[in-house]
């Protein structure tokens, strides 16, 4: 293990919440926790550790942590909070791990838009004492890598702690107050709740990314020079979306597969009412769900979730918000 010696970040007038953090993996996520973490002092000491070599190196180049590791199992030693910020299909196995090397008390979590399988994987690898709250920040940029994080990733935007029966109300109020530290704003949600509520506003707003562009990159008659070429907004929100890191993104769909199949169940109905509406020039059906639509639209800016400003608030070129990305 590596250490670097600089000191953590003091802000404000509150106490650190937590010792020694733990972070598993050290894409955007992981990486704006680091910082999220420093910059509102709520961590003493950051540990990281992540399979690549090349990445850690990265991490420890860009002072992310104070000690750096290849074996997770290493890094969690005396941390009272660790964090696996890996893709969800790998939880499990890394929850295997670290498992003996846990400290009493510790709360283990993690940072993976799919609740129910995740808690699956890693509750039984969790020995006596030590407290698995699984969590899901609902932000993050189409970008990956340590590089990518920024402190203020978490700022109004929503995360979700899915406790079970027997949490300890003490260890899910310290893990709470670490994210409302870190700006976010705490829902906590049953873990099923949870899956099916993100296959719906997440999970299958992605795959329709990923099939449209993949559509228009097979599309005979039209060159990618031209898809390219004459892209409109629409279009390029689609690309943006569908530009995420694709090992996390296949993991959500087959770790989340009920529920994104009972979604996507009934927008293929949907759809089919819409294309008979197209086909039939049905006017009224048309305008009344695009007036419908328009309204969501209006809520989550006044929710907070988005702006109205063209372009919506963001620089061509510059960071725009996806769901999430944990890749490493």
Not at 68 to 92: F, K, N, Q, R, W
Not at 161 to 169: A, V
Not at 195 to 212: C, F, G, W
């Amino acid at each position: 293990m590596s250490d670097n010696a600089s000191p953590p970040v003091q802000a404000g007038d509150k106490p650190v919440l937590f010792q020694r953090l733990a972070l598993i993996g050290i894409g955007l996520i992981g990486s704006s926790i680091a910082h999220a973490a420093r910059a509102n002092n709520i961590v003493a000491e950051i540990a990281i550790s992540t399979r690549s070599a090349e990445t850690l190196a990265e991490a420890e180049r860009l002072k992310l942590g104070d000690a750096y590791s290849l074996d997770p199992a290493e890094v969690v030693e005396g941390a009272d909070l660790v964090i696996l910020c890996t893709p969800v299909g790998a939880c499990g196995k890394v929850a295997a791990v670290i498992s003996k090397s846990l400290a009493p008390g510790a709360i283990v979590s993690d940072v993976g838009s799919v609740k129910g399988s995740v808690i699956k994987q890693v509750a039984p690898h969790m020995p006596d004492g030590v407290h698995f709250i699984a969590g899901h920040p609902v932000a993050g940029t189409e970008y990956s890598g340590p590089g990518a994080g920024f402190a203020t990733l978490f700022e109004n935007r929503w995360c979700v702690l899915t406790p079970t029966q027997d949490t300890d109300p003490a260890a899910l109020a310290k893990l709470t107050e670490f994210w409302d530290r870190c700006g976010s704003q705490v829902e906590i949600m049953d873990a099923g709740h949870h899956d099916l509520v993100l296959s719906m506003t997440s999970h299958i707003p992605h795959l329709i990314a990923y099939n449209i562009v993949g559509t228009a990159a097979d599309l005979e008659t039209v060159t990618k020079r031209e898809v390219v070429k004459f892209s409109a907004a629409g279009f390029r929100d689609f690309t943006r979306i569908a530009a995420s890191d694709p090992t996390m993104w296949r993991d959500v769909f087959l770790h989340n597969k009920e529920a994104v199949l009972e979604t996507l169940g009934r927008f293929s109905e949907d759809l089919s009412a819409l294309q008979r509406a197209i086909r039939w020039g049905d006017g009224d059906a048309l305008y009344d769900l695009f007036s419908r639509t328009r309204e969501i639209r209006r809520r989550i800016i006044a929710e907070g979730q988005e702006t109205a400003m063209p372009n919506f608030g963001r620089d061509e070129g510059g960071l725009a918000p996806t769901d999430e990305d944990t890749g490493e």
